[in-house]
């Protein structure tokens, strides 16, 4: 799954809403404006370790970024389904429940 921003508001702007009541149910601090004339088309979810968290999200072919000090920002684009703005929260709450992104401790990029 690759999550990107289109460009197109009307839909970044549903789908980025989507993304913040997903993060909020599962307790991740949103690190973007949650006014969605404020918001752009990414939503950055900040999560303890996030530079770990990102390059395990990678492993699993969940394409994101991060910035630092920040968190991890997902930008999803027109043809992402809910279901897998879903799964990508979910995954992240895997990563962090398993701790699965230990591994990249030492190794994650850290600005």
Do not use: K
Request: hydrophobic share 40%; glycine share 10%; net charge negative.
């Amino acid at each position: 799954m690759r999550l990107r921003w289109s460009g197109e508001h009307g839909g970044a702007l549903e789908q980025t809403a989507l993304l913040i009541r997903l993060a909020d149910e599962a307790g991740f601090e949103i690190r973007s404006p949650r006014e969605a004339e404020r918001r752009g088309g990414t939503v950055t979810v900040h999560v303890p370790e996030f530079e770990a968290v990102h390059r395990e999200l990678g492993e699993r072919e969940l394409l994101c970024d991060f910035r630092p000090g920040s968190g991890i920002r997902l930008g999803p684009h027109f043809y992402n389904t809910d279901d897998e703005l879903e799964r990508a929260i979910a995954t992240i709450e895997d990563i962090l429940a398993t701790g699965a992104h230990r591994r990249w401790l030492d190794v994650a990029a850290r600005f």
